[in-house]
């Protein structure tokens, strides 16, 4: 039997305010263990949390930019549970009260647009760290992360399989990176998502019974995670057995999962709401200012290169990946460099470039607008296309301006008569038989002495004023051109 | 000591602050003489978990220096500046010993002060110790105190009331100035009412509750136990205001600040509780106080309060799912008493929790899981929290034409030790006059207004709307100054033998 997989998504993103959500602690990675803390990230006895209204600020504007309803009035709510990383014994979350209803994000499947819908989006605060093992056999706590500020994105089950999941993912990245409310960075935890997965036969309207897979912290994870539980969920069907309703861990090394804990241990959260905070009250002026801080969405600059710029779809997908990507393209166009070189300069040289030595913009020692620089230089004629890529070459390597770097690498393009008129003669005298094969006729040896004459000038001839010299000195002057 | 000193422990706060203005005693004086009453009897009350004698020696040889040179350059000192007070031993202090009167955080010392500990610093007082309390502040009698009992200074047979017991025991007894205590659902009013002491439970949001150990978070409020009305409110001034380490704490309206006086005041005497089950001495309490105020013109008259019978339910649903999760983070993880012997995690809790949590904290943290457990969370806690929206709408309904309420604090005066610790909810009923204010987050104020035939204190509770403390302390007055009890003292030899003979 043909079987479809669904899935939803609950992803959980650290937001970047300056300072943690319920106290003046800095929001920062890493630090020595239990550092970057103090009473209230704590919870010592007596601590209050008191909301950070950035925390506020910057969830509204993820929320706006995923389309959502944004709650005039929300509610802080606790999640009792026990565990040594979290020290209140509680998260501080919310519940029936989200502060972001509904929405929707688009994204691009080999099988074209699809929209996503969202159930909510809430905020909440993150949880210390347990090192297991890294001191005897003991269990040690860093409380550095309490009081990170999260949202958790929740899904609709709209996604159908792994290619989808991570695309759905991918593009929350994106719209999180433009708004600048989050760093996005995977490999540092502050992105992750939860996995929900369960199949139904082709057409069938009900759901299947789902599984639920936590804390994937790469698109990868989270494609090969989906793809194995629907494998295996597929093999259970198969066999006549049932899927069980439970928590699995996916073990990311094995590409596997097993088995957590099943509905009958599902924990009892005891929700309430936080009677430490007050509910947080969000107006419509305040809504208004936010939507109009709002940049430009990956979706819409994407659709502005195809559309208004004329760049190719699959162009202005790479362009479009990331924010950084996206405003260095821009930088280089800024130069006053055209549509077409400057799409060439970046994807074709740059990213190739970056690719291959698996670099990723940000590591780049210079900006877009040295870039843009560089291919102006190149559109007025005074470096060559080759003394360019050679000027780049050196430019990744340690940054640098590019025509002091043209100067110092002595790739400007040789313009004045003498040194036109030296590299003709040299190409001339060290080439006989090409000359006297050229008048006997051979229209090609004008190629060969062209480049003996290129050579001769170093490879930075103009060209056009090269050629037209050797054109001169072969056949006698132009009739006409003066 | 000087001939004066020994007197110090009959002056009220203000009182003692002017003498060490004007010079006749100084504030090392006063706190030695405080400190030589401790010492002389605090064994039998049991009113200190921690006594702070070398570190309120040197803070009042610091604020001696500071009367000096106020004296000096003619500048006003902080209005307490020497004057030696206790706090509740909830309440966070940097660097001195904050128990909660638990074994699961004995020898805690937290590594910063509650904003209320601050505010008292900068009035310039100097704090003699830590109080002791009911277990995390959830008792009636005190007899909850994972330490010891606290003992009523009037008879020390009988319990102090709780939970704030150490600091109404302590003011009683003149082994402190003045105290702060906290209020949950009666926890100042009901010891200041046993012990003879005029205790305030401020509106909720006056007073910080930030560095005050919660018991439950949306009806705690810090306040003053003292010996006088005058202190109690200019204690009150101290603490009151906004505090940005607490979202709940709101700036006090500007009309609140006004003062108030009696004449025509419209009080009312809630019939519900001038029944037969309150004590006739108590009923005769309330009547005589309602002649004074009614003879300085205040328009007195009885009324019906409604929704009291729903108070206690929802209070103990509201105040135990709250406290079943403010006091989780009690594990011993990282901080408090960790058990020792266990095999896992849930091991560590569960070994952690069952041997550092008394009987009565245990059995609020088992009600208050249950009423918020998936199946039962509407049926009590959505209940409750429907009962207390339907309470604060009784009130509102009683303030819209009275400005305040004339009532007991307590169905009796101060009980035998003992007497109710087998039967809860025998003992949960002596809240039934006060969790009321506690669910309305009303203010609500305990002064002394007599004495029974058996020589215990009565205490009246006066209770406003939102705000009106000022009208309170106006209406407390009156009935102080009628009632004439600041004269009057426990005697504390007595207490001593008649602890003897109880034990």
């Known amino acids: ?482 | 000591m000087s001939a004066y000193a020994a007197g110090i422990a009959t002056l009220d706060a203000l009182g003692l602050a002017a003498a060490l203005r004007r010079r006749e005693v100084s504030s090392p004086e006063a706190t030695r003489a405080y400190l030589d009453r401790i010492d002389s009897y605090d064994g039998t009350i049991g009113a200190y978990l921690h006594v702070r004698a070398d570190d309120a020696l040197r803070d009042a040889e610091a604020a001696q220096r500071t009367l000096d040179a106020a004296a000096k350059d003619g500048s006003t000192p902080p209005p307490f500046c020497g004057v030696p007070v206790a706090l509740k031993d909830n309440l966070c202090t940097k660097g001195t010993p904050t128990t909660c009167a638990s074994r699961l955080l004995a020898g805690y010392v937290p590594p910063y002060d509650a904003t209320a500990v601050e505010r008292i610093a900068a009035s310039g007082a100097v704090v003699l110790g830590k109080l002791n309390m009911d277990e995390f502040a959830m008792g009636s009698s005190n007899e909850n105190s994972a330490v010891k009992p606290v003992r009523n200074p009037w008879d020390a047979a009988r319990v102090p009331g709780g939970s704030s017991g150490g600091s109404a025991a302590a003011v009683a007894a003149g082994l402190a100035a003045f105290a702060l205590g906290s209020d949950t659902g009666g926890s100042i009013r009901l010891p200041a009412a046993f012990c003879g002491v005029v205790g305030l439970k401020p509106t909720y949001g006056s007073v910080s509750r930030y560095g005050l150990v919660a018991f439950a978070s949306s009806l705690d409020q810090i306040g003053p136990l003292a010996r006088s009305v005058a202190d109690a409110e200019a204690v009150f001034g101290l603490l009151a205001g906004r505090d940005p380490h607490d979202a709940t704490t709101v700036d006090r309206p500007a009309t609140a600040a006004a003062p108030r006086i009696v004449k025509g005041l419209r009080v009312g005497l809630p019939r519900e509780f001038l029944t037969d089950a309150v004590q006739p001495e108590v009923r005769d309490a309330v009547r005589r106080a309602a002649d004074w105020l009614a003879a300085e013109g205040a328009e007195v008259a009885e009324c019906g309060l409604p929704a009291v019978e729903h108070w206690i339910p929802a209070y103990y649903v509201v105040s135990s799912a709250e406290a079943s999760s403010n006091l989780a983070r009690f594990d011993g993880v990282r901080y408090g008493n960790r058990a020792v012997g266990y095999e896992s995690i849930a091991g560590m809790y569960m070994k952690t929790r069952s041997e550092g949590f008394g009987a009565e904290v245990k059995r609020r943290i088992l009600l208050g899981t249950f009423v918020l457990s998936a199946g039962y969370h509407d049926a009590y806690y959505g209940s409750a929290q429907k009962a207390r929206a339907h309470i604060r709408n009784g009130f509102d309904r009683v303030f819209a034409d009275h400005d305040l309420l004339l009532g007991p604090v307590a169905p009796q005066t101060a009980f035998r030790l003992g007497e109710k610790t087998g039967d809860p909810i025998q003992m949960y009923l002596q809240d039934i006059c006060t969790v009321g204010a506690s669910l309305a987050g009303i203010p609500a104020l305990s002064v002394p207004a007599g004495f029974d035939a058996q020589g215990l204190p009565i205490g009246l509770q006066l209770t406003g709307p939102a705000f009106a403390e000022n009208t309170l302390f106006a209406a407390a007055g009156c009935i102080e100054r009628a009632a004439g009890c600041r004269g009057r003292f426990p005697d504390l030899g007595a207490a001593a033998s008649a602890a003897g003979a109880g034990r």
Not at chain 1, 98 to 124: F, K, M, N, Q
Not at chain 1, 228 to 235: D, G, H, L
Request: proline share 5%.
């Open chain 1, 1 to 482: 039997m043909a079987y479809e997989i669904v899935c939803g998504l609950e992803i959980h993103a650290e937001l970047s305010t300056a300072t943690k959500i319920w106290c003046g602690c800095a929001n920062e990675f890493g630090g020595e263990p239990n550092t970057r803390c103090c009473p209230v990230c704590t919870g010592l006895p007596g601590a209050l949390p008191v909301l950070n209204r950035r925390v506020v600020a910057f969830a509204v504007k993820a929320g706006l930019a995923m389309h959502c309803t944004i709650a005039p009035r929300s509610v802080m709510a606790r999640k009792n549970y026990f565990y040594p990383d979290m020290p209140k014994a509680y998260q501080i979350s919310q519940y029936e009260a989200p502060l972001c209803l509904g929405g929707h994000v688009d994204i691009e499947t080999s099988a074209g647009p699809r929209r996503i819908r969202l159930t909510r989006i809430h905020i909440e605060e993150d949880a210390g760290k347990l090192l297991h093992d890294a001191y005897g056999t003991g269990t040690l706590v860093d409380l550095n992360r309490c009081g990170v500020p999260l949202i958790e994105i929740v899904s609709e089950p709209d996604l159908r399989g792994a290619e989808e999941a991570k695309a759905y993912m991918e593009a929350v990245r994106e719209i999180l990176e433009a708004c600048a409310v989050s760093d996005v960075k995977m490999q540092e935890g502050s992105m992750r998502a939860d996995v929900n997965v369960s199949i139904r036969p082709v057409g069938a309207t009900e759901y299947g019974t789902r599984t639920e897979m936590k804390n994937l912290n790469s698109f990868r994870a989270v494609h090969r995670a989906v793809e194995a539980e629907a494998k295996r969920q597929e093999a259970l069907l198969a066999a006549g057995k049932k899927v069980a309703q439970e928590t699995r861990q996916w073990d990311d090394n094995r590409g596997e999962s097993r088995g957590m804990r099943g509905k009958e241990d599902a924990q009892d959260y005891r929700y309430f709401p936080d009677p430490d905070l007050v509910p947080i009250l969000v107006s419509e002026s305040d809504v208004a200012r936010i939507r109009a801080e709002l940049p430009e969405l990956p979706a819409e600059r994407r659709a502005r290169y195809i559309g208004t710029l004329g760049i190719a779809e699959a162009d202005a997908a790479l362009l479009t990946r990331s924010r950084a990507e996206a405003e260095l393209f821009e930088a280089v166009l800024a130069q006053g460099v055209g549509v077409r070189a400057a799409v060439t300069w970046v994807v074709v040289e740059l990213f190739a470039r970056l690719n291959a030595a698996g670099r990723s913009v940000a590591d780049l020692p210079f900006g877009g607008a040295a870039l843009g620089r560089l291919a102006a230089l190149v559109e007025a004629g005074k470096v060559n296309a080759g003394s360019a890529r050679r000027i780049l070459g050196s430019m990744m390597e340690q940054g640098g301006e590019p025509a002091a770097l043209a100067e110092s690498m002595g790739l400007l393009v040789v313009a004045d008569e003498g040194g036109i008129a030296a590299a003709v003669a040299a190409a001339l005298a060290g080439s006989p038989a090409a000359v006297a094969d050229y008048r006997s006729g051979s229209a090609k040896s004008f190629g060969f002495l062209m480049g003996q004459a290129m050579k001769a000038a170093g490879g930075r001839a103009d060209p056009k004023l090269l050629q037209a010299a050797l054109r001169e000195a072969l056949d006698g002057p132009a009739e006409g051109k003066a």
